[in-house]
């Protein structure tokens, strides 16, 4: 029984979903990079606790979901090396910690706000929901993941004050659901014939359903992230172009899609995905794309045209 094995209980390699706190700060108080970054540096600490809290709330959620699948873990060809069904932690120090993390991250959340007190038990619910009853339907159960990926972004957006707008509950809800189909196709992958031994829900699920799911999922990403960038920045589109990087996101999400339908592990451990170098690299022209056409794009323009006239007409604002 080592100290390893009840971090690895915990699943800290998922703590990357709940990067979705910090996502209502990246678009707010975007007057300028000084503002903005000021704004960001500010709310850090904040929303870095609320990361805190969803890292041990999710966590006892997934111990107490290893808890209740002990047997049929067991069976998986993955799933058997974790530390429940292995027999490496008991079911009681497991119901312990996971009791621990649990309290210790709703009185966090309670010292935090209410509000964000409530989101964080809305998860708890969800959670459970999914564990004890959802999971066991076709596409409602990926729709319940997806919620919990929404949850997460809302939470962020109340502990810093800001609104929370319906561009960023269905723009993280078909992310989420590109990810839940994924998971589901590589196991099905993984699992192939047995694959309803281990999951019920695959007496429902065929390749050919998770296949549209996927790609409807994935289309309607890139189409609500342009809407947004349109709708936001439709005044300013000659300043700040920001449409600039909607073909990064659909070669993104495109390349994603390409490793789901290649085999690869990605769908069942999607942190991979910060691995692959097209990705890795899609996702730093994203944000220097961003960065740029948010703050610098008119002055670098005006630089240039002022070297040359000719080659650069000058910009022109439309009347509001």
């Known amino acids: 029984m080592a100290i390893r094995d009840y971090v690895k209980l915990m699943r800290p390699h998922q703590y990357y979903k709940n990067l979705l706190v910090f996502l209502p700060v990246v678009f707010g108080q975007l007057d300028s990079f000084d503002t903005w970054f000021a704004f960001v540096s500010s709310m850090l600490p904040v929303l870095m606790l609320g990361f805190g809290v969803l890292c041990a709330i999710s966590s006892a959620t997934y111990i107490f979901n290893d808890i209740a699948d002990i047997e049929r873990d067991a069976a998986h060809p993955e799933k058997k090396d974790r530390p429940l069904p292995s027999g490496r932690v008991s079911r009681t120090s497991s119901r312990f910690l996971a009791a621990g993390l649990l309290i210790g991250g709703l009185v966090t959340a309670w010292l935090q706000s209410f509000a964000f007190l409530l989101m964080v038990i809305f998860y708890i619910i969800n959670s459970q929901l999914y564990n004890f009853y959802l999971r066991n339907w076709a596409v409602v ?76 999922a994935a289309t309607w990403v890139v189409a609500f992230y342009a809407l947004y960038c349109y709708e936001n920045y439709r005044a300013t589109l000659e300043t700040q172009p920001v449409m600039m990087t909607v073909p990064i996101v659909a070669g993104m999400v495109l390349r994603y899609v390409y490793l789901l339908f290649s085999g690869s592990p990605v769908g069942r451990k999607p942190h991979l995905a910060l691995k692959d170098k097209g990705i890795l690299a899609g996702g730093i022209l994203f944000v220097f794309t961003l960065l740029f056409t948010l703050f610098f794009y008119a002055p670098v323009y005006d630089f240039f045209f002022s070297l040359f006239p000719p080659l650069f007409p000058p910009i022109i604002i439309p009347p509001p």
Request: hydrophobic share 55%.
């Open 141 to 216: 159960d990926v729709c319940s993941i997806a919620v919990g990926f929404v949850i997460r972004a809302i939470a962020g957006a109340f502990l810093i004050g800001l609104h929370f707008t319906s561009w960023l509950v269905i723009g993280v809800f078909f992310v989420a659901l590109v990810l839940g189909f994924g998971k589901r196709k590589n196991e099905l992958q993984l699992l192939g014939e047995d694959a309803a031994k281990h999951k019920p829900v695959f007496t429902q699920y065929t390749d050919t359903i998770l296949n549209h799911g996927i790609s409807m």
